[in-house]
């Protein structure tokens, strides 16, 4: 595997994962803002809980996440070659998870267990879905930056592929917490059983994206 010519510093990785963690908190904040005046009027609307999840909550998301490596990272001398995009990317989606299952936690559980439940299956399912996405975002900026000619396509096909997925993904682990949380052992059952499934295809998935990405011989990265 071809490894990346300047390795990234932790301080630099912990710099982003930072500025993950403060970009959340006004999204979370915008996220329950949109949900309780533009879609909950709606919600009697079939498509009002799909269209929330998708737009105000893993596109919004999403374009968070980027701004920070946007702003915070590729105008920094540290990101001098396109497939740092992803290690940053990932280093946002970690920080951005940290304290979206946080408050995730504290605003849905009843009690003490309720807690550790929600922190323990939100810790691995939203944890990974949040690295997958973003990974998969950064992996097209990496090749929007490498082919200029070509950078609004790749763009634009990361982000769509990424709030895809995120929403995909977002709606099937929402309904599966609601059974672990709520539900039989049977039906816990089948969620861990489900989403161990999903975590190991999308690990598949990321580590495939990860080795071609490694294989392609970038050049040095010049940002305005």
Known sequence: MHKDRHQERAR????IFIWGVIIALPVVIVEA????????????????????????VAFVEEIAK???????????????????????????ALGFAAIENLTYAIGFAETAADVIRISMFR??????????????????????????????????????????LHGVYNNFIMDLEGKILHASTTGGLFGVIIIATLLIISGIIILVGINRLAKIQFSKVTLP
């Open 123 to 164: 810790g691995v399912t939203a944890t990974f879905l949040h690295v997958i996405a973003s990974g998969a975002l950064g992996y097209f900026i990496a090749l929007s930056l490498e082919t200029p000619s070509q950078k609004r396509k790749f763009f634009y096909s990361g982000l769509v592929f990424a709030t895809l």
């Open 12 to 15: 630099n990785i912990a710099q």
């Open 66 to 92: 980027y701004l920070v490596v946007r702003f915070r990272a590729m105008p920094k001398k540290f990101f001098d070659e396109p497939q740092d995009a992803m290690v940053y990317m990932i280093a946002a």
């Open 33 to 56: 803002g949109a949900q309780e005046f533009v879609f909950a009027p709606f919600a009697a609307i079939a498509l009002s809980a799909v269209t929330y999840s998708f737009i105000a």
